[in-house]
């Protein structure tokens, strides 16, 4: 498919850069969190990520998604391009990026959820986060039914689980018409 040989192609040159633009150690990092290729991380840094518990942090993750994919939107959106194309050109290229990375559970979560907001911004809707979570479960189980059982979905899914249902009892809400106290 020349699409994804395209992909593979970009991905090299970039992985080349960063070794180029930092020292090797680094750029074994760096090349996991952008590009999601850890093959060149020495299993004793993989070893001390992983006893600090923040192993997680060397994956494609929703922030990488949402930063990418807003960014170019909201770009588009302020140089007056409309909300459907604006949404497609950030859609598609989420979706070049996720195949470039090799869509681990937690970007093929995160851009589904993405391409739900697009959705629902194209047609004139609200986004909730809890629905297009649940819809991105529903979807991903029916195609891969062992994702149960994968710790990489739950933990993606969990997480932003805990976001949408904790955080907003944790928050204390304001009347409508209360100015916010100054600082």
Do not use: Q
């Not at 992985?15 to 020292?23: C, H």
């Not at 944790?170 to 100015?179: A, G, R």
């Amino acid at each position: 498919w020349r699409v994804r040989e395209e992909l593979f192609w970009l991905k090299r040159c970039l992985r080349e850069r960063l070794y180029r633009a930092f020292p090797e150690k680094e750029a074994a990092v760096m090349s996991a969190l952008l590009l999601g290729d850890k093959s060149d991380l020495d299993s004793e840094l993989k070893d001390l990520y992983r006893r600090s518990g923040i192993l997680h942090i060397l994956s494609i993750s929703s922030l990488h998604i949402t930063i990418i994919g807003m960014s170019v939107y909201k770009m588009l959106r302020k140089l007056g391009m409309p909300i459907c194309p604006a949404a497609v050109v950030g859609s598609v290229l989420l979706l070049l990026y996720g195949a470039m990375t090799g869509f681990s559970v937690s970007a093929c979560r995160a851009i589904g959820m993405y391409l739900i907001r697009m959705l629902a911004e194209a047609v004139g809707r609200t986004y909730d986060m809890l629905t297009a979570l649940g819809v991105m479960a529903a979807l991903m189980v029916i195609d891969n039914p062992y994702y149960l059982r994968s710790s990489g979905f739950l933990l993606s899914f969990g997480s932003v689980l805990g976001l949408g249902v904790v955080y907003p009892a944790l928050t204390p809400k304001l009347p409508d018409n209360t100015p916010c106290p100054a600082s």
